[in-house]
């Protein structure tokens, strides 16, 4: 039987969160409602159209974003949690650099799929 559930994260970030999903082809939409297989509706801040469903993204007390959605939705793929962050820390970690002046120079995905990034800053 399905039900709804959030997963709590360390995503605070709106745009980079939001820079992640579309980086990881998701359909991002304002709508403030999700609804299970069932077709319970729950009120969300964000939700995103995956490849597996739709699922939700709800600011709490903290700051950080939990994903929400259906147990069976989110059940559907194991992997995404994990390439979500990583997609989030990216965006995260390229962005701040570039205010702090630093030119991303190259990246490459390593045989673990952790990115390495090499960062310059010029000095004029």
């Keep these: ?45 964000l939700t995103a159209k995956t490849a597996f469903g739709m699922i939700g993204f709800i600011k709490n007390r903290s700051g950080e974003y939990e994903i929400a959605g259906d147990d069976m939705v989110l059940a559907s793929d194991k992997d995404f949690i994990g390439k979500l962050t990583q997609k989030y820390a990216y965006s995260r970690v390229v962005s701040e650099a570039q205010k702090a002046g630093f030119q991303l120079v190259k990246e490459s995905v390593n045989e673990d799929q952790s990115v390495r990034l090499v960062l310059r800053k010029w000095n004029g």
């Design 1 to 45: 039987m399905s039900k709804f559930v959030s997963l709590k994260t360390a995503l605070r970030e709106r745009v980079h969160l939001e820079n992640a999903l579309k980086e990881m082809g998701c359909e991002i939409s304002n709508s403030k409602k999700i609804k299970t297989l069932l077709g319970r509706s729950y009120d969300v801040d």
